[in-house]
């Protein structure tokens, strides 16, 4: 394929209007929850979650299988099929009238999102030279990446307030005929012809079905313990499911993840440190969340409104990461990030039930978002940079999924961990229960620090580094 055979900057706009909606639709449902609620007659809290928990849950199970598929299918022919999933399923969300449609059609949707991420970010990373274009170029991709989950609130409380919950779902429907029409026309096809001819039936079957058990496993952990009979038969299940997923691996002749992949140590470091990364930055996330509507007293408008700053210092600390990560180099730049988000949950962490918003919250806002977005985009640009083509939907795929498995799992771990300090109902007892839920994010977020510095040697990015000074592709071989 010609990398140029229609202008990149044009494909990097529609790849990102289909990336924002996915990530924007991940946090624009919370707002309307209570509204769901009513109207649709679900019965407790512990059901609703479902809404929410039903389209993570497909989402991260699907991506690798996603990711490979687009190697196999083509990139683009595999967008344009996750586009339709997740239109229809959108369309389908909003006419919903009991809440077992809405949780069915939400997993549907979780299955289109699954399909159109990691093709996205694997059209961007065959479309765009390897050095400063494709560093440019993520830049942007990080931005949209994290910051749609911002504006979703912002939107998702603007569109249950003025019409009603069921436009939060109706909305996708416009954008993605338009993405799709512009997709048909102006993205190029990208895929290898010459190999890759057999499918990893048993491999997909497998992975898929581990990292489903898996996700479930954690979601379940936070209503009913660790020590629950699901949550345990789960992990159990996602344990045999992953290690016959290896198997499978080591003796496939067209393996669905070339195990190989993982000596590329640039590759390695980057899932890592976004799995460990990702695990605090998604659950602070949501405690933020709850601190500024429960103990602030803030409406589902308002809440959204206050994010606002959290959008802004990831665009901003993005657009500056993709100038100076090919120029200082990527594992500076992610490190800095990885100690300005720290220092952020060090401030939420002392946040007073009597607190304000302009003292106690926008602080460690503004320090966690510069972080996060110093911390996304050197990492995407060191996990997808070094590869083969025919690589990308893989590299993407895997990169997804260590977010996505991160994020579940961060959350899962402090959910529990701020219950266990959580005694009572009053305010103040749930205040000293998120202190240590962001101390802990702040621990994983350090954690990732570590492994970043520890695992990451100058001579492995060394070519990428290279390659951006020339704007020369630079290859890694994985063997």
């Not at 099929?81 to 949707?109: H, K, M, N, P």
């Not at 570590?450 to 592709?473: M, N, T």
């Amino acid at each position: 394929m010609s990398r140029h055979s229609t202008n990149p900057w044009v494909v990097l706009v529609i790849i990102c209007l289909a990336q924002f909606m996915v990530v924007l639709d991940a946090t624009i449902v919370n707002v309307a929850l209570p509204h769901i609620q009513s109207s649709l007659g679900f019965k407790n809290e512990a059901s609703l979650q479902w809404v929410i928990n039903a389209y993570t849950l497909v989402f991260a199970g699907f991506l690798l299988l996603g990711g490979r598929a687009g190697d196999l299918l083509g990139r683009k022919r595999l967008f344009l099929i996750g586009l339709v999933v997740f239109t229809a399923a959108s369309l389908l969300d909003g006419i919903a009238t009991s809440s077992g449609e809405l949780i069915g059609f939400r997993a549907l949707q979780g299955l289109g999102a699954a399909l159109i991420s990691p093709a996205a970010l694997s059209i961007i990373s065959t479309t765009f030279a390897e050095g400063k274009e494709r560093a440019r170029a993520l830049g942007v991709w990080a931005a949209i990446a994290i910051g749609g989950s911002a504006v979703g609130l912002v939107l998702g409380g603007a569109l249950t307030q003025s019409f009603s919950w069921r436009w939060i779902f109706f909305v996708n429907v416009p954008v993605g005929i338009l993405t799709f029409l512009a997709a048909t026309r102006l993205v190029p096809e990208s895929k290898d012809e010459n190999v890759h001819q057999g499918y990893d039936l048993a491999g997909a079957v497998t992975v898929t079905g581990g990292l489903m058990a898996l996700v479930y496993g954690l979601v379940n952990s936070a209503s009913h313990g660790w020590g629950s009979t699901v949550t345990i038969v789960s992990f159990i299940g996602a344990v045999i499911l992953l290690t016959a997923f290896v198997l499978v691996e080591q003796r496939s002749s067209e393996p669905l993840v070339r195990l190989s992949i993982f000596r590329v140590r640039s590759l390695l470091t980057a899932n890592v440190a976004m799995f460990l990364a990702f695990s605090g930055m998604f659950a602070m996330f949501f405690f933020n969340s709850l601190y500024i509507q429960k103990v602030l007293g803030f409406g589902p408008l308002k809440a959204g409104v206050s994010f606002l700053p959290f959008t802004a210092g990831i665009m901003v600390s993005a657009g500056l990461a993709s100038g100076l990560a090919p120029r200082i180099g990527v594992k500076p730049v992610a490190a800095v990030g990885m100690v300005l988000t720290v220092i952020g949950m060090v401030l939420f962490a002392r946040m007073p039930v009597g607190g304000s918003y302009p003292t106690d919250v926008l602080p460690g806002m503004i320090l966690g978002s510069l972080g996060m977005g110093a911390i996304f985009m050197p990492l995407t640009l060191v996990a997808t940079t070094g590869l083969e083509d025919d690589d990308q939907g893989l590299a993407s795929g895997l990169f997804n999924t260590s977010q996505q498995v991160g994020g579940a799992l961060g959350l899962a771990i402090l959910s529990t961990v701020a219950a266990s300090h959580t005694s009572g109902g009053s305010l103040a007892a749930q205040v000293h229960g998120f202190h240590y839920a962001f101390g802990g994010a702040g621990v994983l977020v350090g954690l990732s620090l570590v492994a970043l510095l520890a695992l990451l040697r100058k001579r492995d990015v060394a070519a990428i580094e290279a390659a951006a000074e020339s704007e020369e592709p630079a290859l890694v071989s994985a063997a």
